[in-house]
């Protein structure tokens, strides 16, 4: 069985702050998947990154970046000099090799970026 | 791409009463999901379609949701004898058979069950 965590629900940072959302997640199978998805108030999920289970290189995208540790089930997500559209709640999920397309979804973590 | 549509945006139904849900994938992406969710939780999978051929179900999908993909292109989800517990979110995704882990959400349909 598969599981994600995401034990911070809420987060209000001030504009410019640098905020890392935290995510584990738990998974029997060596080959899997990871994402993390934006949504914001208007709803619509939006795709921001996948890794797969054998690339632990952490990535950069202009302010956001993650930071994938195996030895920790960790996939975290940092997002620096945060900025009030950055508002939204945020998902980490995982899909591993069992079963078809199925991806599994922590419970989210709502941020709030006050001006 | 013009992206992943869902029609009706919003359903508000009685209890009881059919109601019927259409997704539109992007174009030339084989894959097809369905995803219930609820006020504070993260979406839940119900069920997947590769072309017209549904092959796997949650048991989130009970005998009253019914989903079909006749000819690999647009699906309807349709739940019979709605219950107030199936109001929530309903999320359409898609994914091309190239890059099939990444999967591109529609706008959902907000189903409301008075």
């Known amino acids: 069985a598969q599981k994600v965590t995401q034990a911070q629900t809420e987060i209000s940072v001030v504009e410019k702050e640098d905020v890392t959302l935290d995510c584990v997640y738990e998974?029997?199978?060596?080959?899997?998947?990871l994402f993390w998805y934006k949504q914001p108030p208007s709803g619509e999920l939006v795709f921001l990154i996948r890794?797969?289970?054998?690339?632990?290189q952490n990535e950069i995208s202009g302010r956001y970046s993650w930071n994938f540790q195996k030895s920790t089930s960790s996939f975290n997500f940092t997002i620096t000099a945060s900025q009030v559209v950055d508002s939204a709640v945020y998902f980490c999920?995982?899909?591993?090799?069992?079963?078809?397309?199925?991806?599994?979804f922590g419970i989210g973590t709502k941020l709030q970026v006050i001006p | 791409d013009t992206g992943v549509s869902q029609d009706p945006r919003h359903k508000i139904t009685k209890r009881g009463q059919n109601v019927t849900f259409r997704c539109d994938p992007i174009s030339e992406h084989n894959r097809l999901y369905w995803y219930r969710q609820t006020l504070g939780q993260g979406p839940e999978f119900l069920t997947y379609?590769?072309?017209?051929?549904?092959?796997?179900k949650s048991r989130l999908l009970s005998d009253r949701f019914s989903a079909e993909r006749p000819k690999g292109s647009f699906s309807t989800l349709e739940i019979q004898r709605t219950e107030q517990g199936d109001s929530a979110m309903y999320l359409c995704?898609?994914?091309?058979?190239?890059?099939?882990?990444?999967?591109?959400f529609g706008p959902g349909t907000r189903l409301t069950v008075t």
């Open positions: 998974t029997r199978d060596t080959t899997y998947y």
């Open positions: 995704a898609s994914s091309p058979s190239t890059r099939a882990y990444e999967q591109y």
């Open positions: 999920a995982l899909r591993d090799s069992g079963g078809y397309q199925k991806v599994t």
């Open positions: 379609f590769q072309n017209e051929a549904q092959l796997e």
């Open positions: 890794r797969n289970s054998f690339d632990e």
